[in-house]
């Protein structure tokens, strides 16, 4: 059931972000304007939530495996829409913004900072829960996140048609 | 306590998802807009509220692990009904269904009932494909189908939390006759929504 | 505390280089009204020496027309124009555009004094460098600009931020990082207001000079922690912070560029300009702890390297800024 949830999260964020993808300015440079876009696009925050919830509910090993591979994976698949622009599928949110708002390495740099400083903050709080209605009150945050996930899906394809 | 735990993800959830939107307040607007009008919908229709509530009332009467598993059900499968109405799936008697799942669902707790777990989740999961399908397609135009979803989810959340809280006094005697009574009258109105959605 | 956030001051470190090269003092645009269609115009930009300036010019509302022509001066580390224009029927309704802003890294405050006292401030930042004006700004519109200027200061001044992490590297104990921040926090307020209100100036490039070395001072002291020696600072940080957090001070007064403003909005400016910073500065430091403990709950065993990372970069970062600052200000204004 967790699995299949996972995979209906990721499913979604997979398919190709809409056009109208925004463009976070905060006029603090473009580090900031990546920590901002993280920070305020939730088709890419809450798919790295759920993640960290996910990884966090495993234990700390699981913690740190997601802790580093799951920024420097951002940024790679960025770096990578950066030179193409390809629709791969990933970080195909923060590809959108990037051409669009010109700040190039630096703004990817910047997303990958407040990656790796939310799936930091989640992961550990679920790691440090111990109570067995916390961690499940975490597993419910997951199937939430799953419902949006699949109502999302359910945006994209009317969007498509 | 265990109510608490809801809560608390949830609270969880809705500040880290809002927790730098005021830096760059003037670009999110349609977002915002669409995750508070995600948030107000399930709210605006009572035939929902008492229907999710009863959920959370029925999980408190049946103790752990349906406490939990229901408002996990109800939200999941709400959301593929939210996404069949999306893909343009249409669902007959959708108001009767509503209608319907109030009024069944106010019978099982004012019974008190005790199926099997997964005939529990099953009666709790038909129902919610009929309030995700109602209720998923209701997007005001220009706001953002992702942060509406995202409220309308909290939303649809809290409310079973409400009525797993309000359970809580099932630990009483009193109390526990009380929510049969809400149980009794959730069924009644969902009568009255009955003859309105046929007449 | 010693085995923090190796990965967050790389990526500190990453956008040092830009964040030093931000011209922190924002222009300044006054605008008073003089008679019924008149108004005296000051325009002040940023200036390094007496010859080079920020290449921002401002762009009055359509149908100004100049009744005396601008004059220029270069004064202690900005430029100064001054002229008079006549519009008919008044300024509001007008869009003031500042060109050259959009690619530059500075603000732009813009100040309006109506002769029957109302007043209008805007904050014009590199992605809407233009507004529109409607009259009067609220009250509530001109303190969220100083807020906002005051949070956007800190999160800019890197080496403010540095200073701080060196910090929070050196103290031992919570009720020792409590004293610690608060020392800091009292003693560039203290500064702050003085400088804003006129009393003391310190000028800009031994004082930027003085806040590197600050940084660079910190570096030898974070070894001594990882020796497990001891020091007048390690027994004593939060003497340290309030002697360095002096100087800061100073270093925040030239964000907030109070020659400008209107003698009624200076302790408004001043308090809501200090809280954004405060706000800034406590923002970072609870975002560091809880990251330390996330790491700690994570059961990250960090490289040597990575634990002497934070260390090595306020060090190195320190005395970087201390060589490159010192030489700016021996080279003197040409």
């Known amino acids: ?109 910047g997303i990958a900072v407040a990656l790796f400083v939310v799936v930091a903050l989640a992961a550990a709080l679920v790691v440090a829960l111990e109570r067995p209605w916390k961690r499940i009150a975490a597993r419910v945050a997951g199937s939430w996140i799953a419902a949006v996930g699949l109502l999302l899906l359910g945006w994209r394809l009317r969007g498509a048609r | 306590m265990r109510s608490r735990s809801f809560a608390q993800a949830a609270l969880a959830l809705i500040v880290l998802s809002l927790a730098a939107t005021p830096a760059c307040a003037h670009v999110e607007r349609g977002q915002a807009a669409g995750f508070l009008a995600g948030l107000h919908h399930p709210i605006s229709g009572l035939d929902h509220v008492l229907a999710m509530v009863s959920v959370g009332l029925w999980g408190a009467q049946l103790g752990p692990p349906a406490v939990w598993l229901l ?34 669902l106010g019978f099982v707790v004012a019974r008190e009932a005790r199926p099997p777990l997964g005939l529990a989740a099953a009666l709790v999961g038909i129902f919610a494909i009929f309030h995700g399908h109602a209720h998923g397609t209701e997007l005001p135009p220009g706001q953002s189908g992702l942060t509406y979803s995202i409220g309308f989810v909290i939303a649809t959340g809290l409310l079973h939390v409400t009525g797993i809280t309000i359970g809580l006094v099932h630990r009483w005697r009193a109390g526990r006759i009380a929510i049969r009574v809400a149980g009794g009258l959730v069924a009644a109105s969902g009568l009255v929504f009955l003859w309105r959605a046929v007449a | 505390m010693k085995r923090a956030l190796p990965l ?67 004064v202690a580390g900005s430029y100064a124009e001054r002229w008079r224009v006549k519009r008919l029927g008044g300024l509001s309704g007008g869009t003031i555009h500042i060109a050259g802003l959009a690619g530059s890294q500075t603000d732009v405050l813009i100040h309006i004094h109506y002769s029957d006292g109302r007043s209008e401030t805007h904050l014009l930042r590199p ?43 050196i103290v031992g ?45 910190l570096g030898p002291e974070i070894v001594r922690v990882w020796r497990g020696e001891t020091s007048f600072t390690i027994r004593h940080p939060w003497i340290v912070a309030f002697a360095f957090g002096l100087l800061h001070g100073f270093g925040f007064a030239s964000g907030l560029n109070s020659m400008g403003l209107p003698k009624a909005e200076i302790p408004l400016a001043l308090f809501l300009f200090n809280v954004g910073v405060e706000i800034g500065q406590l923002g970072f430091v609870l975002m560091i702890l809880r990251l330390e403990r996330s790491f700690r709950l994570l059961e990250i ?22 060589i490159q600052r010192a030489a700016m200000m021996l080279a003197g204004p040409r």
């Open chain 1, 1 to 109: 059931m967790r699995r299949a949830a996972l995979a209906v999260v990721l499913a979604t964020f997979l398919l190709p972000a809409r056009a109208d993808a925004q463009l976070v300015t905060t006029g603090l440079g473009p580090v900031y304007d990546g920590i901002g876009h993280l920070l305020t696009t939730p088709e890419d925050l809450v798919p790295a939530l759920a993640l960290a919830l996910y990884a966090g509910l495993r234990g700390p090993r699981a913690g740190r495996r997601a802790l580093f591979l799951l920024p420097p994976a951002w940024f790679l698949g960025g770096l990578v829409g950066l030179r193409s622009p390809m629709t791969i599928a990933f970080p195909l949110a923060a590809i959108s913004f990037l051409a669009g708002a010109d700040s190039g390495v630096r703004g990817l740099i």
């Open chain 2, 71 to 104: 408002p996990v059900t109800f939200p999941m499968v709400m959301a593929i009904g939210g996404f069949i109405g999306l893909i343009g799936v249409p669902l007959p008697g959708v108001e009767v269904g509503i209608a319907l799942s109030a009024i069944l």
């Open chain 3, 8 to 74: 967050l001051v790389a990526a500190l470190a990453a956008f040092a280089p830009r964040a030093s090269a931000h011209e922190v003092r924002p222009a300044y645009l006054e605008l008073r009204q003089t008679g019924e269609d008149t108004f005296d115009v000051l325009w002040k930009v940023p200036a390094s020496g007496d010859d080079l300036r920020l290449g921002l010019y401002v762009g009055l509302p359509d149908g100004c027309t100049k009744l005396t022509e601008p004059r220029g001066v270069f």
């Open chain 3, 127 to 169: 992605d809407t460098p233009w507004v529109k004006l409607s009259g009067a700004s609220s009250m509530g519109g001109r303190a969220l600009a100083y807020l906002r200027l005051g949070i956007e200061h800190i999160l800019l001044g890197v080496d403010h931020l540095l200073f701080v992490l060196g910090l929070l590297l």
């Open chain 3, 173 to 217: 104990n919570r009720w020792m990082l409590i004293k610690t921040i608060t020392a800091f926090t009292l003693a560039h307020s203290l500064t702050l207001a003085i400088a804003t209100l006129g009393y003391a100036h310190a000028p800009l490039a031994p004082l930027n000079a003085a806040i590197a070395l600050s940084i660079l001072f």
């Open chain 3, 301 to 322: 065993r960090w490289p040597r390297f990575a634990l002497a990372l934070p260390g090595y970069t306020v060090g190195v970062l320190g005395a970087y800024w201390t």
